[in-house]
């Protein structure tokens, strides 16, 4: 089974709708974030978490909010989603055990807002 | 404060060699490299640590020039299944929560 899992794979929705991604994670880390890739811009972090207390905003984290339930989950939403949103999702998590923060990657959620 | 990656894109045949160079403006703890087939999730290859030696996997390594605050990725006889778009990932700060940066990406094709 997958470390790190993302549900849906694939949503299409409306502009002005709420938007959930949901990730949860098998691997026991605290550490856990949402990037969105659009092509040519590589990967950009949104939000982290730290542990379940500790949430953080990455670059781009207008427009959009998280919900980190336990230490397994980490949602991710679009309050109301707008075209520009449309985009692939990744949920990843890293250990802090470790020196550094490797990062390991859920499948993605492909995410298009017509 | 996300890295430069160089070349953009690069085309080569099979056995040719590569270098994908990543550099920072910022001070860097930390070098991550990945590696990401279309469609897929991106895969850790290999970290550089401030202070650390050379990486290798394989036909792949990796160098960090703290000074220069730049790591380059070297692709040694490529085959087919190198092919796909690289990513460094930098930290500025090693464990202390700082946020970890993804360059713009690398596309490599490798051809027969």
């Known amino acids: 089974d997958a470390d790190v899992t993302q549900t849906p794979r694939n949503r299409i929705t409306k502009t002005g709708k709420r938007i959930m991604l949901e990730c949860s994670q098998t691997k026991g880390h605290d550490r856990m974030y949402w990037y969105r890739q659009d092509p040519g811009l590589g990967l950009r972090l949104i939000y982290y978490?730290?542990?379940?207390?500790?949430?953080n905003k990455g670059e781009i984290s207008d427009g959009y909010s998280v919900s980190r339930q336990a230490q397994a989950k980490f949602s991710l939403s679009l309050e109301s989603a707008i075209p520009n949103q449309t985009a692939l999702y990744f949920c990843a998590t890293s250990d802090p055990g470790s020196n550094t923060d490797t990062q390991y990657f859920g499948p993605g959620t492909r995410l298009t807002v017509l | 404060q996300q890295p430069v990656q160089s070349p953009q894109a690069v085309i080569l045949r099979e056995g040719e060699d590569a270098v994908i160079n990543c550099s920072s403006s910022?001070?860097?703890?930390?070098v991550h490299w990945y590696r990401q087939k279309h469609g897929e999730a991106p895969i850790f290859l290999m970290i550089l640590l401030k202070g650390g030696e050379q990486k290798g996997h394989d036909k792949i390594s990796a160098s960090f020039n703290e000074k220069k605050q730049q790591s380059s990725l070297y692709l040694t006889a490529s085959q087919l299944s190198y092919s796909g778009t690289y990513f460094c990932?930098?930290?500025?700060?090693?464990?202390?929560?700082?946020?970890?940066?993804f360059g713009t990406g690398t596309s490599l094709t490798v051809i027969p």
């Open positions: 990932g930098t930290e500025n700060g090693g464990n202390t929560g700082n946020q970890f940066y």
């Open positions: 910022k001070a860097l703890y930390s």
């Open positions: 978490s730290f542990d379940v207390k500790d949430i």
